[in-house]
């Protein structure tokens, strides 16, 4: 044996060798013994197979449902899947809110998208591992979140509306992919955390029926108007998560409807995450649907299509239903495989050195820089939709400015519903304040209810401020008291949460003419989660902007807009109308006569609307036609300020053998401009967007013409390539 190196002879390492080989023994000993799901080194599958083999049915069955017990003999600890985060981590304490989901949409921006979720994925891993530092594992301290909600926002009625990115379903799409994919993190083991599109599928109202509702759409409008976004959140988002609504859809309930659950989302698109119920989903099953009689059954049905977990406590009957042949154990352990593949791959039973999101300090909840992020979309998601002979902006040296509304400084009102709490608040009126002179004088007055009985006193008291003031601004609108989910509103022009009058309430349009009968500028600004038929007001006021429900800054952001430190340039994800009397009923899923893309009488505001402090010019409009379809434009900012511009393309099939939209968009990109800058966007527009749905129900590309439109500019192209079917996904 040769000499060690650092040594003159070997004596020593002899003597160590039986120690060594004793360490040897015990490690390997300890290896041996240890489950392999306890070992990291191992792949997930390999991990996750092992753990749920050592589980009886029982502990199985009791991970199914959203409040999962501890399993102390296998060191699995207590688990709450039920979480929020729709625009921010909701009902855990304090937190960045961002603007309501509407608002994000409102943006038009994908990278600001992707940055708004990054952030709020960043401060619920900060707040889980404080949870669980403190030994708590209730619910809202999770990392499983129920987010986003991609829902076509089809009838301004709806109260849910403000939780979705709209009425469209290409746009829906492309945030929502930014959305899950800035939640769900980039490392290739590990997700930082895990996002759920919802609410899967043909869901958007009437809230007091959604329990027992059939939404019957047909495959044209199930395949071009409600399934795109969850498909391309699933296709190229990857989340690992999908919620099922409480509806039936044509007949079946979503959470046991076999053509969506198991044909479409596990079949078409290769989904292999797990599906989890609307809280309460399976009970309806057999309770309002009454598709089955007993619980047990309906559990059954759920998973038997592909709900892996209950948000309720349904599923303990699956015990019983395995014992009676009603399903079997491997159908059980498939779902309980995919959930706990997802708690694997949130790194909850590997060492927190080897997991990066766990090492994220409680440190980076509600930071200033987060903050700031917050501010910045406030500011993109205010949409200017009337600005007569340049109210806008205001100066901020006036002598004297009225603030005035139920919403100029009620701080609720800012949040939106499903939302976190902000430690720093700013309203509209806090907001102006901060920002003008220190001469002006600010009068504020409430001057009426957000919506009931109409106040005379109230009203006085706006018409004395507006009368001493140069300008008033009016903060009107509604809020998460009177539109959301399954709410107990028993006011007029309301109905469980949802809305049966588009238009302002009567106290607001009572109080909003006498402040212009003053005759002084008036400038309305909506807070509000869905679109309002403010006829009278774009008539009469001097300037109006939405800004949804801006979040923890939006009173900084509405004052930078009013007061010109920000160049507005959000743009409507929704189509205003002028009234319900404009609409189909609720009730009718068919989307005939609905949204921008079938609505054929004459808006309030269009969808894709807003307006700018500048000018901004299109030019050469050209197009490029081969395996995709190449289109560029030449945008000018022909104004002296610096703004932001949103740039959309819309395609129309001139010859199509079936129904089709009137337009519909098939690219948009933000950008920002300089004064006299001038830039050349390009969209590709796929072969995908050029199929339509046919009379046989299957997507296929026509031979035909197409016209193209972007910044009032039109032109048209012909596609030769012979009829053919696309195969799904």
Partial sequence: MKSCKSCKSCKSCLLLLPLLALLIVISTAHTQSSPSYKNPNLSIETRVDDLV???????????????APAIERLDIPAYDWWNEALHGVARAGYATVFPQAIGLAATWDTKLMHDVADVISTEARAKHHEFVRNNQHARYQGLTFWSPNINIFRDPRWGRGQETYGEDPYLTA?????????????????????ATPKHYAVHSGPEPERHAFDAIASERDLRETYLPAFRATILEGKAYSVMCAYNRTNGEPCCANKKLMTDILRGEWGFNGYVVSDCGAIYDIWKFHKVVPTEMEASVLGVRAGTDLTCGTEYPTLVQAVKQGLISESEIDTSVKRLMTGRFRLGMFDPPEMVPYARIPFSQNDTPEHRHLALKTARESIVLLKNANHTLPLRKDL??????????????????????????LTTPLAGIKNTVSASTKVTYAQGSSLA???????????????????????VLGLSAKLEGEEMKVNIEGFRGGDRTDISLPKSQEALLKAVVAVGRPVVVVLLSGSALAVNWANENAAAILTAWYPGGEGGTAIADVLFGDYNPAGRLPITFYKSVDQLPPFTDYSMAGRTYRYFKGEPLYPFGYGLSYTNFVYSKLRSDVGDSVKVSVDVTNAGDREGDEVVQLYLTDVAASAPVPIRTLVG?????????????????????????IDNRGKRVIEPGEFLISVGGLKSRFKVSAALREVTEP
């Avoid at 050592?54 to 959203?66: D, G, I, Y």
């Avoid at 929502?176 to 769900?184: A, K, M, P």
């Fill in 399 to 424: 002598k004297s400015i009225a603030v005035i509304g139920p919403n100029a400084d009620a701080p609720e009102v800012l949040w939106g519903n499903y939302n976190g709490r902000p430690s720093v």
């Fill in 53 to 67: 083999s050592r589980m009886t049915l029982e502990e199985k069955v009791s991970q199914m449902k959203n409040a």
């Fill in 174 to 194: 492309r945030l929502g992919v930014e959305f899950v994919r800035g939640l769900q993190g980039n490392d290739p083991r590990y997700f930082k955390v895990i």
């Fill in 452 to 474: 009931g009985e109409v106040s005379q006193a109230m009203i006085e008291e706006a018409v004395n401020a507006a009368r001493q003031s140069e300008v008033s601004v009016l």
């Fill in 668 to 692: 948009f990109d933000r950008i920002s401009l300089r004064p006299r800058e001038k830039r050349t966007v390009t969209f590709t527009i796929t072969p995908r967007q050029l199929s339509l």
